[in-house]
């Protein structure tokens, strides 16, 4: 459970369901009980789009820099390069022994589906989505210039 207390930790989230962070950890092809992270993936990605457009239009937003702003946010590599500073690797399970590496696709897919299993968790509140990924670094901290 060290992996949850840890997802817990850098989401600044406390999960009600403890298997979820497991869950979102937890890449394709591995044989466990746990299921993987694709669906926590697929909601999550959703649901970040969701939460910047939403924003984005509460803010009264030209609908090209929304798009901008997603581009900028949700792009895979900077997915990955937020996950990879955060150190996900080291709590991702599947990893075959004798890989080198992670593919930068596993670690932008995992920051998607810990950013599901929030969603999931909490209920759908999308306050406690923005909170995570301001925690994990998604979000340009208040009053830093966006590119739109």
């Known amino acids: 459970m060290w992996r949850t207390k840890a997802m817990e930790d850098l989401l600044e989230y406390r999960f009600k369901d403890k298997t979820l962070p497991l869950s979102a950890l937890n890449l394709p092809g591995r044989l466990t ?4 992270n694709t669906g926590l993936a697929q ?6 789009e969701l939460f910047l457009i939403t924003d984005g239009y509460d803010k009264d937003m030209d609908p090209e820099n929304i ?15 937020v996950g990879t500073k955060k150190g996900l690797g ?59």
């Open 90 to 148: 080291r709590c991702m399970m599947g990893m075959q022994s004798g890989t080198t590496s992670l593919t930068p696709l596993y670690t932008a897919r995992t920051v998607q589906a810990l950013m599901g299993a929030v969603y999931i968790d909490s209920d759908g509140d999308l306050e406690k989505l923005h909170e995570a990924m301001m925690a994990i670094g998604l979000l340009p901290k208040p009053g830093a210039q966006l590119p739109v």
């Open 67 to 81: 798009n901008t702003l997603l581009t900028y946010i949700l792009d895979n590599s900077k997915l990955a390069d």
């Open 33 to 36: 009980s746990i299921k993987d």
């Open 43 to 48: 909601v999550g990605k959703a649901v970040m």
